[in-house]
């Protein structure tokens, strides 16, 4: 049986999954720290994390300030897509 693509909401789902997972791994905060410095449960974290859609814009723009996200990290979050190079070099010549 073939493998099916990802939904597109899905591939959205994963791009924000990999921001989060990527920056709590390279500054050493776990599912607990992070829920108290953007004020929900760990709970709420960890359902969130499967279900990103869920997120507030409040509480995304926290988790992305406290995993310091990037430029191109949160403009691929919003978008729901990675960045192309073009993109990226107007970003950079702005």
Known sequence: ???LKPSMQEE???IVRACIAG????????DAALAVKVGVTKKTIQN???????YSLDE??????VLKFTPL?????????ELTSKEIKEFILL
């Open 60 to 65: 995304m723009q926290k988790i992305a300030t």
């Open 23 to 30: 920056n709590k791994e390279r500054l050493a905060i776990d």
């Open 12 to 14: 959205r789902n994963r």
């Open 48 to 54: 969130k994390y499967h279900r990103p859609e869920t």
């Open 1 to 3: 049986m073939p493998k």
């Open 73 to 81: 990290q949160a403009a691929s979050v919003l978008l729901g897509r």
